[in-house]
Each structure stands twice: as C-alpha cells, then as structure tokens.
C-alpha cells in the first residue's frame, strides 16, 4: 500500500508535467504559427519552375538564381524543368495550382502576354492574376542578318521591296512575332519560313545565306554576334543593349505611318516584359510579400550579379509592382496591336 | 595539326584537368545507368560549378560526364532491357535476350569493348574535320536531312526481319502516331484530344523507355522467374566478358560501320542518337550472316549498337563548336559551358583556340577508357542482379521505369505515355509484331515533316537539283536494289545456305 501514494505522487507529477509540457506545446504551436504566416517557406521545399528544357537562357538564370533564393528565404529551392507547348504547359500549371503549393515560375512573358492578347488556343491564364513577384531580366527581341548577307542594315530592311525571309521554329513563338510586328510597323514584306528544329538552326539557315534574318532575344544572339557569324542590325527597345554597343534601337527608326508609331509603342511595352517571376495566383499577402523579400534580397547580391554577368545573362530587376503595372498596361493594349499579334499565330 | 594535337594532350593530361574529367566520368557512370535521368539535366545541374575553371577543364568534367552517359546507359539496357538513355534502346535488342539465356557477361563485355571503340572512332571523325567543318556543315541544308530521314525510314525494312508486311504496318502507325502536335506551319493542333501535353508530339523518353523497358519488366512479372532464370542456377563466377571483347574484336567491320553511322548522323541537329542507333542496328542485321538471328540475342547487333552510341557524341559535337549550334539537348547545356568559360562557338574554335577544340577530342577518348575500363570492375556485381529472382528485383525495376519516365520532364503525362508504350510493348511481344519500326517511324516522322517543309519555303522545288539531295536519291535507290540483288544472287547460286547458329 505505501507504493501507492507514491505512484499517485508520480501520476500527479506526470500529469502535471504533461500538462506544463502541453501548455508549453500549445505556446510553441502559437509561436510557430505566428511564424508560419510570417515565413511560409521557411524550412520548406520550393519549386522554382523553368518552363523551357534545361539548357537555354531562362534554365541559366533559374538555376543561378536558386541557390540564392534559397538563402534569402531559408527554403531549399529546387529547379524543376517542365517543358511542353513553347512555356504554354508550365504557365496553365502555374495557374491552376493553388496559393498553398510552394511554386514558382520564370517566365516568358513577352510570349504568354502575347499568346493572351491574341486570344491564342491553350491559354489558361491570366498574366495580370499571377502573384507577381518581379521581373528577373529584359530580353527584348533582337534581328540578326548574316555578316555578309544581301541584307546590312535595319533600314535595308525597312526599304527592302523583295521579300524578306525570317527563319523561325514555329508560329506563335517570340521570333515569329517579332518578325510579323517589325513587318507590320514599317510595312515592308516578309515572309517567315518555319520548322526548323531550334533557334540555332533557323539562325544556320540565315548564316548558310538561305533565308534572310533571324530574331531572337539579344542574349542568345550574342555568341554568333562575337564570333563573326551574325551581325545583330536592331534591338525591339527603346534603350541599347549594353553588350551590343553597335546595334541601334527600333526607336531610331522612325515609321511612316502614324499606325505603325503606334504599333511600335507597343512593340517596346511588350518588349520590355522579358523574364518574370510569378507565383500562383490569389497568395496571401504576407505569403507574397516573403517571396518578394527573397527575390529583392537575392537578386541584389553582388556575387549572383557577377555571375550571370560572367554568363553574359545579366538581371535588370523590376519590383513585384511596378511589373505588374507594366504587365497591365501592355494587356490593355489596342485592338490594331492584338490584330497584328493574332496574325503570328 | 599534329603539335596542337600533342598540346592538347598534354593540357588534358594535367593532374587537376585529370583530376576533373575523373570525377565528370563517375558522375556520369551513375547518371548513365539510371534511366531517364539523362545527360542534358545532369550537365546543366553541375554547369555552376565550372565557374572559374579553365576552359579545358570544364570541358574535362562536363564532356567527360557526357560521354561516359551513353556508355553506361548501354548496361541497364543490356542487363534489364531497359534503355539507361532514349539512345540505348538498340542494345536491349539483342543485349537483353543474351541476358535471359544467361550470357549477360559476354554481351556486356561487347556492348562496352565496342562503346569504346566506337568513341575513338567519333574522336577520331571530329579531329579529322578541323579543316573542312564549316563548309561541310554549311552545305547541309534542309532539303539533305529531309533526304537523310527518307534513308532512315527504308531500314524499317531491314528491322523487319522475315515480317515485311508486319513492319511495314508498323511505320505507318508510327508515321500516323508523329503526326500528334502542333503542326510547324500552321500551328494547328493535330489529334492533340485537347490537351496540351500532345502539342509537342509523343515525347520520345517514356515512349522509349516503355516501349522496351516497360514490355520486359512485365513480361518478367508473368514469368515470376529471374531475368537469367532459363539459364539455370546462378554459376558461380560470371564468365564470357573476354567472350565479348574477342566478338567485338572479330565483327570489326560491323563496329566501323557503325561508327560511321553515329558520327554522321550526330552531325546532324535534330536527329541524333535515337535515330542513329536503329540505323546502325539495321544495317547490321543487312550485312550480317545470319540476320534471322537479330532480336534474339546477335552478338553483332549488340556490337553495333554500343559503337553508334558513342561514335555520335563525338559527331554531335562538330556543329556546336563550328557555329554555335547544338546538335541536341546536351549540347545546348555545353554550349552555355562555352561562354561561361568565355569562348565563342565558331571560327575561332577552329584557330586561335583550337587547342580547346582538340582537347575535347582527347577528352571523349580518356573518358570512354577510364569509364570501360572502370565499369569491367563492376561487371560481375551487375550480372549478379539478373539472377535474383523476379518478384524480387520487379519493384526495383518498376521504380526505375516510373523516375526514367517521368523525370525526363516533370510530368505525369509521361508516365501515362510510359504505361501506354509498355502496353503497345507487351502486345507486339505477345503477337510477334516488330516495336522498331514502329519507333523508328515515330522519331523520324515528325523530322521529315518538318525538313519537308522548310526544303520547299526555302528552296521551292529547285531542293530536288541539288547535288547532295541527288546523290542521297542514289543512295536510296540503292538501299532498295542491292538486297533484292543479293537475294537473286543467293537463289541462283541454290546452294544451301549453312546457317552458323551461334548462341
């Protein structure tokens, strides 16, 4: 029988030390709740989405970016490739997951934006919807013609009464539309021949002197710009391309029309969208807030600047809002531009 | 050329360089063997960590990472008749049969003497075109891979074997099955059901990888044997690698002609290894002695495929260092590794820094020796596995065929169309259809599309009167003709054809 108060002593004391041990969870599980809608990544896996193959240019900046990220936001980012539909697969994603999945994605926004406005098929998205975190890079389309083609300058092209002939991989990708809004701004003719396997083909036909000009954004021209191969003749902004100190801006020249003026307003806003960062849409504010936090944090460290500059990939950051203004503002477009926008498609 | 050649060398020989490649080649070893995860996701994972290095040595470690993936893709390929890599499927053909009668040890010591092989000569092919690069690869236009793919297409003939007609039903259901995506003129959906999975086609890594791998783990699951199990109980040393490097070495033309086969094609964007393995497979069982043979364990057709693997890399190399243009996914990931390491893909390539270009031909070569040689120690150990049992080793092989599928993009769609190919696989094994053609029609379909019409916006019908479209007709021509000869040949000789089973 003496056992027997002692084992109730120990009872008690169990039972008060679970209690206090409970209490003390309780306090914890406020805190970390506190904490969890501060920091929802925090400690936790985030998906950062490429939407293209691994290898190409928005591959190379997700992938240096990540580590990064990683550390500004205390989360283990993982790049995931989901290629599929020229971006289109990865964008509906994207889309339809919810503000609880830990994903984010790089975009091309210059061809999804485009896609959206011509009112393209496999559109599920709403570019402005998106939680925006912020854009990554400009990459503003840039023609490139061969170094000893028929075809020297932007102007040649613009007085061109032949038809010129753009390589492209397909209708509705970046270099297609390039190529029909600069032809519709100045109105000189083109014809874009397609299927080629990849950007570097279409840019071997213009080498091979088979077809006349090429466009890409002005990173990936960059290379056979340096080697000798290409000569880079205008960029689709309204600011040079510091690594491409020669080649002028498709603001110098001046079009005819007083449509085309218009036109090429909105070729520069829809130019300008390069690569963005976006998150699922309808995040909770804080949630947001946290991403762009990390985004700022990340993409002004000077040793991740270096490095993609080193790649000749180098990041010209815009806040989460001020993208998302641009973003609307290029989506309210005119109806001429959305015309000549679903001619590409 | 022979000092840059030595220079180079020496350059790649250094300890650090060495040192790099080594750990590129192990690295690569691992990543081969597992199916799916291929080269272009590895090489791009491990880009950021050639910041800093010396050209030639990020060249070491990504190259030799590279190549050393289809060398030991041919292994799982071999050992599971799953293809390691979309460019290892060939070698499940005769590989695995070999495997099942329990000579896994012979067919991979063949697979990977040849691999060998098969790389120096790729080495050799692109050191030999320094010179004449540029021109060559400028003369090749649309209108020569469309005639390239037409070539292809007629060995569905030979991959047919005795079925003709089977095979022949096969290519066009594969030719109808590559019309599913969005077409490159128009850019209208075909057949896409409404999904945006289909607009870029079939993929071809879980078709691939269902296909063959898919077909033959659930035949073991019926089968609730091991993977040798016809072969009796396990002996107890794996005996035969030497077997397999002396076949390898008495079929020599077999691995020239091969390796002949990969560079070429690998020289070509857009077609590459899986269409140059079942090129190089079925001009092997053309020219071989005992055709009837192929498919059920030809020592030949292992032969050729492990030389066209690796012969193709060093192909594929030629138009990313001539002018930037990446004959594939894995170049493309290269190519970002030149300017990191500040070098523009072009005519300087073939100039001032020509060393580098050299270097890289050294490197597919070390690589391939240093990764036979080390993957000769693993051989025993790997065979080992064939002789679990199959209720034992399935899970592990399912597991394999679900992360090679879907890792390839990061889709459940691929898994589907994983599930579906192993499904197609199983019925063409059950009823003796031929599943090559049927895959050869599927890769090559899209392709001759496409150059089909590029050749006739470019060109106009004037694509028809070029030399090279021409000779290639005569080529054609000839694919056709000389076999019908040869028949006639052996029918008037009536002798009767001995016929040297060998195992």
Redesign the interface.
Known sequence: MTHRPLTALRRTGGAVVLVAALAACGQDADATGDAAAAKFYEGENLDFVVPYDAGGGYDVYARAMAPYLGECLGAEVVVRNEPGAGSLLATNTTAKAGPDERRIQITNSVGTTSAQIAGADGVMFDMSEFSIIGRVATAPDTVAVATDGRLTSFQDMIDSEETVRFAATGPGSNEYIAASVLSAIYGFPIEVVTGFGGSGEARLAVIAGNADAHASTWDSVLGPVESGEVEAVVVASDEPVELLPDTPVVTDFVPESDEGKELLDDLVALETLGRGLVAPPGLPEDQLAELREGFECATSNEDLIQELDQQQRPIDVLTGDEYLELLESVLDTSPEFAAVLKDSF | MGEALLDSLSQVLQLQTLGLMLLGVAIGFVVGILPGLGG??T???M??FT?GMEPVEAFAFLLGMLVVTSTTGDITSVLFGIPGEATSAAATLDGYPLTRRGQGGRALGAVLFSSALGSVFGAFVLAAMVPVIRPV??AL??PEFFMLTLVGLTFVVALSGKKVLKGLLMAALGLLVALIG?D????I?RYTMDE??L??GIPLVPLVVGLFGGAEVLQLMLSRSSIAGGAGEMPKRITGIGEGIRDTLRHWPVVLRASAIGSTIGMI??LGGSVAQFIAYGQARQSSKNPEQFGKGAIDGVIASGAVNNAKDGGSLV?TIA????GG?AT??L??A???AGL?????MLTTELDVTYSMVWIVVLANIVAVAAAFAFLRPLTRLTFISGPLLVPFLLLLLGLGAYSS???FGDVLVMLVAAAIGVACIRWDWPRVPFLLAVVLGG?AE??L??SY???GWDWLLRPTVIGLAVVLLLVFVVPALRRRQARSRNAPVAEEVRS
Request: proline fraction near 15%; charged fraction near 10%; charge should be negative.
């Open positions: 272009p996701v090489l791009a994972l880009l950021p910041f690869v400028l236009s649309a969005i490159s003129q128009e850019g959906p945006i999975y607009w870029d964007p857009g138009p002018f930037g243009i990446p996914a493309a990931v190519l970002s030149f300017l990191i523009d893909p072009g005519p300087e993009s990061n889709s392709i496409r150059y019409f590029v916006s470019l060109f």
